[in-house]
């Protein structure tokens, strides 16, 4: 018996807008543009992706579950997702090494460091 990652799901009140945001952030690509159910993938037929599904609620409160990314140049990948609209946010993380962002409709997650190289 065999299990495979396929996909997390995100409730947007704008998928298609949220979706596009997150394809150009990620430079992934849209394989379902449905206004309801949005889909982006690493390339065609490449798992796992993310669906963003239309919600009526917006988001409350700190995200149970959050995406971590591991940029070559954290400074640099933190300027450009603030760039598309990404902002800095404050969930009482403290001095850590990683930068809180949101995207567009508050979702968390994490730019973290460079991986260093192994000794």
Known sequence: MSLEWEQVVVASRDPVALGRWWSEALRWVIVND???VF??????????????????????????LHIDLRPDDQGAEVERLTGLGASRVDVGQGEVPWVVLADPEGNEFCVLEARRAPM
């Open 34 to 36: 449905d206004p309801v």
């Open 39 to 64: 889909e982006i993938q690493p390339e065609p037929d490449r798992l796992p992706g993310i669906l963003f599904l239309a919600v009526d609620e917006a988001k409350q409160g700190q995200n149970r």
